[in-house]
Nanobody
Framework: QVQLVESGGGLVQAGGSLRLSCAAS????????MGWYRQAPGKQRELVAD???????NYADSVKGRFTISRDNAKNTVYLQMNSLKPEDTAVYYC???????????????WGQGTQVTVSS
């Protein structure tokens, strides 16, 4: 069974940094795009950043210049380095990945369980 397991959330003061990790496990053929989303209380889930298998990246305007997404294809892991954190970055952060279980099928979208990031002022 394919799973995404996240780690690295926590409580940090404004201006601080955190690094989130998300590792894919199980049996599968390949991983296409991977990404990070977040959901704050009372708000819809929103894209934070995503990255293709070739390394092309895309960021929400609100995090450009502060967050960096990267991936290690050998480890099937995506990272989110978050610097200069603000209280408005407080949310549950979810990773996702387009995973092809076998070569002849379209990829399915998988989600992690979420990790809480809290930024205090």
């Amino acid at each position: 069974q394919v799973q995404l397991v996240e780690s690295g959330g926590g409580l940090v003061q404004a201006g601080g940094s955190l690094r989130l990790s998300c590792a894919a496990s199980g049996k599968f053929y390949s991983i296409n795009a991977m990404g990070w989303y977040r959901q704050a209380p009372g708000k819809q889930r929103e894209l934070v950043a995503d990255i293709t298998s070739g390394g092309s990246t895309n960021y929400a305007d609100s995090v450009k210049g502060r967050f960096t997404i990267s991936r290690d294809n050998a480890k099937n892991t995506v990272y989110l380095q978050m610097n200069s954190l603000k209280p408005e970055d407080t949310a549950v952060y979810y990773c996702n990945a387009e995973i092809r279980r076998i070569a002849i099928v379209y990829p399915d979208l998988y989600w992690g369980q979420g990790t809480q990031v809290t930024v205090s002022s």
